[in-house]
């Protein structure tokens, strides 16, 4: 799954220069991490290898099949038969469609809304409190958001029941197809909802990077409005750094599966849906066909990315001739305002999608239209609960175990690349994108194809490093600004002191960065923790965290136990964000010097 | 390439043959099955199931130190799709799977492509307790079982309808189109391929073909002439369904939650006790009541079966044999807890058992063994597959 992390927002930035101790042959002091230069320098490469190779070895395991070799199902050497069958499935125009349009809106309006929000209300105390209220989604799992949304807005849902009847005169629900309509509208919604705070959190990062400040005093100087001197002033600088997120949510909605199973449609499905659904069929004809969705869907990411970078390329023309148009577009308050209003709406149903949940855990006999339970009930929580603790054991084990591998990999790319001096090859940025933007179904089914075949498909290993794949990304992308905006002239005045590279890292840097550094592992730990796509299919079945329960749970219906597994897959993601605001205000509640971070 | 081929290799020299226990002898099977943990896969989206798995395993960890481990799986079909991937890949010992909640189609099919450990189920003890002759528990969907799965619980088709709503209910397939054309959108069934959507398209098939005896042997070329009244009667009941047929539940218990949420009015179960069970537990108003129809409702068996490749056989069968238990089946037939139907026979149980299961009270809402009335037989699993991907085809995709 993507994000349901914090990016951390960088601190201002001071103009690195990462030259300062390049002396890699450090003292050797003991310390058996990094403790030699050599073994320093192969850890980007192990990073490159741990996300590489289950991205590459599952896409081959899913071309193997799509091209007619499979030996389960008697299928061997080249053929087309898994083609012409995704080809004979009526369905398929439809949940092309779905796919691509889904993800290509979502996007877009998240997009857009987070550019009203930023270039119209930026620097001013309202915005400081639509932060506050939009950073907490972030953390929130998409199946929990998609369910408290699913019974917000449903005709028998919690909006509808606090109508009615006095306001609507519905004494029964209206029939209206609205969760899970057939053109994917509240889908896309509760995608823009998930969405739209992770590239208001990446756009905050990467306006840290811009002299925007300047820029907008510039403009309103010469008489334009916010937004449209926020757009031709700041918006080319920022965009050119949001780009990998913009792309990574554009590939995320169009081959999201557990929040399309909760929202989207069923007459058909979207595609990843639906290949998911084949990969689970007893016929493993249809694994084939399967793996030939999946390759469409891959070739679809591609061809929506590739029209995406198009549109800038119009999109830029456009503005350049807009940017000197002298139009000023003074009076923008309805954009602003407009802009002001969506991002409310978008925290508002999710926190009271969320609130929806608590009430039902709790709810004894609730029928339409009554507006509250008639009686409230602990039976739930004494039912499910010593399940769900037990879960969320395993879940937060699995987290924790992958965001240390995590954290000592970034680490140690992040000081080789300090100590060598280097900066990061731009094409490494792409690596670090790679898992995020290849749709999971194409490569983990294929990857589970073969953890079977070598025999390594049993207990939480497997699970753990497929985990890595996706948490690895964004502790790097949470922890990398900070620790490049270190000052490292503090670097210079402990090696003259007679510290070691490695005792300047560990005894002076990281104590420095302690809350940043918790920040990225609160981020991981919130990634693991929404990941279902991977937790079942590595899994097979015999992993069980948070996530898949309750995905398992939606199908069955009963809110009142979605509701107890909902919450508690969302504490163990919210848990640790309040530990890692915590702790450094604990350990360093008497050296206020430490505290900034 | 090579090298990986030559670490499966040695891995599959150096990985012992394990003999099978043998099921006649149950003092070896117990003792075999102290320790072993048995991942038991079954259906998950029920929450009263689910409690009533965890009962079972605390019963045989405390009774023969078995662990038991609940898969919740969304589709039965997952497993069985687990264990022919682990055939395929040859992993013929401690495959991911030791126990399956199976039947029909999944257990044709298994047992066709010889995926499972058998025969055991009429060599465990409890078997002589169990109703062989009043019950269809030696055929699934008209597959002999011959040993391959063990039966659990009885399932009648039942019709669940608020009173308060719907007092006069529509007993027939003729009956619940004239009166969903009379009020729209107030029902609906679980979208194919959920079995009890499938299941309620058959029960319409064995209402409206002419003669249903051809339903007993495999569907041939004769499929279209014989569904042909059932797709007519589709063609004008979806246009007056929950939604337009444009959506449906995915689940059973789904439908329970829209009439609750007032949404639709009646709903199919393949169990007698769910609306009762679900009125103990809040999900169903107290004015729900259920009904089978004038001809006669489909009945079958839920079975458990063990792969092939199951490194628990011993403690599986542990597992079966404490689930055809008195015990366990009370429990299982106490609508406060799950309300399936026995699958045993009074007579060759205890006085006191019987007794026990006669005093089970067993919930407004369901019909007493009398009322649930005829059992009709489940059709042969080859039009089940077939009327699945006819309605796929028309109406799963058809937005």
Known sequence: ?597 | MKHLLGVTAALALTSPAFADPDPTNWDAVTAEARGQTVYWNAWGGSTTTNDFIAWIGDKVQADYGVTLEHVKLTDTADAVSRVLAEQAANQDTDGAVDMIWINGANFASMKQAGLLFGPFAEDLPNWSLVDVDGKTVQTDFTVPTEGYESPWAMAQVVFIHDTETLPEPPKSAEALLAWAAANPGRFTFPQPPDFLGTTFLKQMLIELVDDASVLQSPAGDDFDAVTAPMWAFLEELTPHLWRQGRAYPQTGPRQLQLINDGETDLAISFSPGEASAAIANDQLPETVRTYVLDGGTLGNASFVAIPYNSGSKAGAMVVANTLLSAEAQLRAQDPNILGYGTVLDMDKLTPAQADAFEALDLGIATLSPAELGQVLAEPHPSWMTKIEAEWIDRYGVAN
């Open chain 1, 1 to 597: 799954m993507r994000p349901n992390g914090s990016i951390a927002t960088a601190s201002p930035t001071k103009s690195v220069s990462a030259n300062i101790s390049n002396n890699a042959k450090g003292r050797p002091n003991g310390r058996p991490l990094f403790a030699s230069g050599r073994r320093l320098r192969a850890v980007p490469f192990i990073t490159v290898l741990a996300l590489l190779v289950p991205v590459a070895a599952g896409l081959w395991g899913t071309v193997m099949p799509a091209f007619g070799h499979l030996p389960a199902a008697g299928h061997v050497g080249m053929s087309l038969i898994a083609w012409e069958a995704l080809f004979d499935w009526p369905g398929l125009g439809r949940a092309v469609w779905l796919s691509v349009s889904v993800g290509v809106i979502s996007t877009l309006v998240a997009l857009l809304l987070v550019i009203l929000i930023v270039a119209g209300w930026h620097g001013t105390r309202s915005f400081q409190w639509l932060e506050r209220l939009l950073s907490p989604l972030l953390s929130v799992p998409h199946a929990a958001a998609a369910f408290g949304l699913a019974f917000l807005v449903a005709p028998s849902g919690w909006l509808s029941r606090l109508m009615s009847p006095w306001a609507t005169g519905w004494t029964r629900p209206p029939d209206l197809l609205i969760v899970q309509d057939p053109w994917g509208a509240t889908l896309m919604a509760g995608m823009i909802a998930k969405e739209m705070p992770f590239l208001l959190l990446m756009t905050l990062a990467a306006l840290s990077q811009v002299h925007h400040v300047e820029y907008a005093r510039v403009t309103r100087a010469l008489g334009y409005g916010r937004i449209k001197g926020w757009l031709i002033a700041v918006f080319p600088a920022v965009y050119a750094q949001i780009r990998l997120p913009v792309y990574v949510v554009l590939a995320y909605g169009m081959s999201v599966v557990d929040v399309a199973v909760i929202l989207g449609p069923n007459t058909p499905p979207t595609l990843s849906v639906q290949i998911v659904r084949w990969m689970s069929d007893p016929d493993l004809m249809l694994r084939m066909q399967a793996a030939a969705g999946a390759l469409l869907q891959l070739g679809l990411v591609g061809a929506a990315l590739g029209a995406w970078r198009v549109a800038e390329w119009a999109v830029a023309k456009w503005g350049q001739a807009w940017a000197t148009s002298g139009g000023r577009l003074r009076r923008d308050w309805p954009l602003r305002v407009v802009g002001q209003f969506a991002a409310v709406a978008c925290s508002a149903a999710v926190l009271a999608g969320l609130a929806g949940l608590a009430v039902w855990s709790f709810a004894g006999r609730w029928r339409f239209p009554e507006a509250w339970p008639q009686t409230i009930k602990f039976s739930s929580w004494m039912r499910h609960g010593p399940e769900a603790i037990e879960v969320a054991g395993v879940t937060l084990f699995i987290a924790a175990v992958a965001v240390l591998i995590a954290l000592v990999l970034v680490i140690g790319c992040l000081e080789a690349e300090h100590r060598e001096g280097r900066p990061m090859n731009p094409a490494a940025l792409w690596v670090l994108y790679l898992p995020l933007i290849v749709p999971q179904v194409a490569f983990l089914p294929g990857l589970q194809g073969l953890l079977l075949w070598l025999g390594w498909d049993k207990g939480l290993w497997p699970v753990i490093a497929a985990h890595l794949v996706f948490v690895l990304p964004y502790v790097f992308l949470a922890f990398a600004d900070p620790f490049r905006a270190w000052d490292t002239r503090q670097a210079t005045v402990a090696a003259s002191l007679g510290a070691s590279p490695n005792g300047v890292l560990w005894r002076v840097r990281m104590p420095m960065l302690l809350a940043p550094l918790l920040t990225a592992a609160a981020v991981g730990i919130a990634v693991s923790v929404g990941q279902y796509l991977p937790t079942l299919l590595v899994g097979g079945g015999r992993v069980s965290t948070l996530a898949t329960e309750a995905v398992a749970l939606a199908a069955g219906g009963d809110r009142r136990a979605i509701g107890v597994w909902g919450l508690a897959q969302t504490g163990a993601a919210l848990l640790p964000f309040a530990l890692a605001l915590a702790l450094p205000a604990m350990i360093y509640a008497r050296r206020r010097g430490m505290r900034g971070g």
